[in-house]
């Protein structure tokens, strides 16, 4: 066990009295599994892994605040698309049901 103290960002944290390497920036951002964000659901999935590994230790607080902000947006992108499709066939049906 040690009681030295690094400096930040060293990668080196110090938890109580026991020394522990902290994550490297960007590890986080490397997957070697495909990632399905092709529709809200599957984006919300994404989210929660992300809030997983961020309070298990396995991901840092910056990248998970990156990764969540990216697929905030993405989500709201989907969202967009979806009430553009519903709006455009609400519009194709009000056209034709005009005499």
């Known amino acids: ?6 400096e930040p960002g060293d990668g080196q944290a110090v938890v109580g009295a026991e020394e522990v390497q902290a994550p490297p920036t960007g590890v ?3 997957s070697s599994r ?3 964000l092709a529709d809200l659901r599957s984006v919300r999935r994404e989210l929660c892994r992300v809030y997983r590994d961020a309070r298990s ?3 840092g607080t910056a990248d998970a ?4 902000f990216m697929l ?3 989500g709201r992108l989907l969202e967009s698309e979806l009430f553009e499709a519903r ?3 609400l519009e194709r049906r009000a056209s034709h049901a005009i005499p």
């Open 72 to 74: 905030h947006t993405i």
């Open 28 to 30: 986080g951002f490397v």
């Open 57 to 59: 230790g396995r991901l």
């Open 87 to 89: 709006l455009r066939d």
């Open 1 to 6: 066990m040690s009681t030295e103290i690094h």
């Open 65 to 68: 605040s990156r990764l969540t």
């Open 34 to 36: 495909p990632i399905d």
